[in-house]
């Protein structure tokens, strides 16, 4: 199955600072497993040029400490301060079942349950709580951030490239109290 992700780029990290004086250099990242970084071969740029070869040294709280293949001083570390570390999207596994890279979700046009469009997937946002979409909608500039659960979002088909939106959990109704919440609070709610 194609899910149209041939020749996309996925950001993997970036090298945040040096570290020591040997050319080590520490790496941020966003993959699931921090020390998984340098197991993808080269990353490159946002273009795929430059490659680096990293080789992991230790993961640290701050980030993971690795050395980059050619740069044996702390004056070459530093040159690559704020370097973006990037992979084709081929190089990566495929997720488990019920999960998604965000890139292959973004573009995804999202419905509501009745298969009415009601726009399209901007971005994959999280504050610190859960994954939420970002949805743009449909003839507008507006968006609207969707909690990314299987209550608010109950299909995902990346081969027809669309999401469904459950709007009657996605909407908000007001209560006695003034207070916004979701339609299935407003029906327990005083029970204890």
């Known amino acids: ?31 699931g497993d921090a020390a998984a970084i340098a197991s993808y ?51 990566l596994p495929e997720p488990e079942e019920d999960a998604f890279y965000h890139e292959d979700l973004i573009g995804l046009v999202a419905v509501d349950e009745t298969g009415a469009e009601i726009g399209s997937v901007l971005a994959v946002q999280n504050f610190g709580a859960s994954d939420l979409l970002e949805i743009r909608k449909t003839d507008s500039r507006a968006t609207e951030l969707v909690p990314f659960t299987k209550a608010f979002v109950p299909s995902v088909d990346l081969a027809a490239k669309r999401v469904v939106v459950a709007l009657r959990y996605a ?13 299935d609070e407003a029906g327990v709610q005083g029970e204890e």
């Open 1 to 31: 199955m194609s899910t149209g992700t041939e020749g996309r780029r996925i950001l993997l990290g970036h090298i945040s600072v040096a570290h020591g004086i040997r050319g080590e250099v520490l790496v941020k990242t966003h993959t």
């Open 41 to 91: 071969g080269p990353l490159t740029d946002a273009d795929g040029k430059a490659p680096l070869k990293l080789k992991v040294l230790r993961v640290t709280p701050k980030g993971v400490v690795v050395r980059v293949a050619g740069v044996s001083d702390r004056n070459g570390a530093e040159a690559l301060k704020g370097r973006e570390l990037w992979v084709e999207r081929k190089a």
């Open 171 to 183: 909407e908000l109704e007001e209560g006695e109290d003034g207070e916004r919440r979701d339609e």
